[in-house]
C-alpha cells in the first residue's frame, strides 16, 4: 500500500539555461512564470496537502504563482548547490576557467567541491536530509517547489539509483515529476510534465 505521494516541481524560467545558477538569488521570468501557470492547472487537481519550497526568490515567485489551498513551509535544505565561483557561467567558461578542476570533479566526484562553493559530500548530506524530512511527514500528498540539482538526486535517493545516476534525469524548468513511495522504495509515476 502507497505511503504518500511526493510531486517535484522545478521553479519556472529564470532567463539563464545553460549556466550554473545555485546561491544566485535571480527571479522567474515572463515564461518562467506561464510555465508555473500550466502547471499549476495540473497541480490543483492532485488533492496537494502540504508544500515545501526552497527559500530562493525563483521558488517562492513559483510558489504564489501556483496559488494552491494548502499550507506551506520555506527550507533551506532545499536550497540549489552552491557552485561558488562558477556560478553565472557556462560550462565552456568553466572549462577555460578551471579546466583542472573540470577533470577532478568528473574523475573523483566524492571529494570534490565547487571553488569557493559547496562540496559534494556536503550537498549530498544535505539531499538525504531532505529525505529524511519528507520521509517523516504525515501529509500524503506533498509538493516540493525547488531546484533541478535537488530534484535529480532525490529521484536517486528515493528510486534507490546511485548519486552519479543524477544525469540520467533532465529536469525541465515549470514541470512536475511525481514518486510514489511504498515501504520497500518509491517508484517513479511522472516526470517532466506539464498541466
Known sequence: MAAKKLYFLRHGDTGLQGRYIGRSDVPLTDKGRAQVRQAAGLLQAKGITKIVCSPMLRCRQTLEQLALPCPFRFDELFREVDFGRWEGKNFREIVQLDKELV????????????????????????????????????????????????????????????????????????????????????????????G
Not at 160 to 168: F, H, N, R, S, V
Request: proline share 3%; charged share 25%; net charge negative.
Open 103 to 194: 577533470d577532478s570533479w568528473v574523475n573523483d566526484p566524492a571529494s570534490f567541491a565547487f571553488p569557493d562553493g559547496e562540496s559534494l559530500a556536503a550537498f549530498n548530506k544535505r539531499v538525504a536530509a531532505c529525505k529524511i524530512l519528507l520521509d517523516k511527514t504525515t501529509e500524503e500528498k506533498i509538493l516540493i517547489i525547488t531546484h533541478g540539482g535537488i530534484i535529480r538526486h532525490l529521484l536517486c535517493l528515493l528510486l534507490g539509483l546511485d548519486a552519479e545516476k543524477y544525469l540520467l534525469f533532465e529536469v525541465k524548468p515549470g514541470r512536475v515529476s511525481s514518486v510514489q513511495l511504498y515501504d520497500e522504495g518509491g517508484v517513479l509515476t511522472g516526470f517532466n510534465i506539464t
